[in-house]
């Protein structure tokens, strides 16, 4: 079983920067994707990014392309956002998750494809 543990949500203004970080433990070998997703109140839970854990393949929600930059650090099971140029709208709770499934770019955002998730960490950005 993964655990997964989010760390680094906080309050910034617009224009900002924030890095999440996701921390793996437990049964990580087979989890070949991890990604972010953010859900705001009132709105459904939306892929935001996702990484091959065993290689260099990336995915992007439209939305922070050019913005965001997922990564990952092996060595310690952990997953980074680094998230730039923040906004308002991308204010949300921020979700890890991972999954053994492969992922491609049509179907990364689909959040039932992956099987552990964290409890999320808090993103608020004010204008």
């Known amino acids: 079983q993964v655990h997964l543990v989010e760390s680094g949500g906080g309050s910034v203004q617009a224009g900002g920067s924030l890095r999440l970080s996701c921390a793996a433990s437990?049964?990580?070998?087979?989890?070949?994707?991890m990604g972010w997703f953010r859900q705001a109140p009132g709105k459904e839970r939306e892929g935001v990014a996702a990484?091959?854990?065993?290689?260099?393949?990336?995915y992007y929600a439209d939305s922070v392309k050019g913005r965001f930059t997922i990564s990952q650090d092996n060595a310690k099971n952990t997953v980074y956002l680094q998230m730039n140029s923040l906004k308002p709208e991308d204010t949300a709770m921020y979700y890890c998750a991972a999954t053994s499934n492969w992922l491609s770019q049509t179907n990364w955002e689909r959040a039932q494809l992956y099987g552990a998730w964290g409890q999320g960490t808090q993103v608020t950005v004010s204008s």
């Open positions: 437990g049964y990580t070998v087979n989890s070949d994707f």
């Open positions: 990484i091959y854990t065993r290689g260099s393949i990336t």
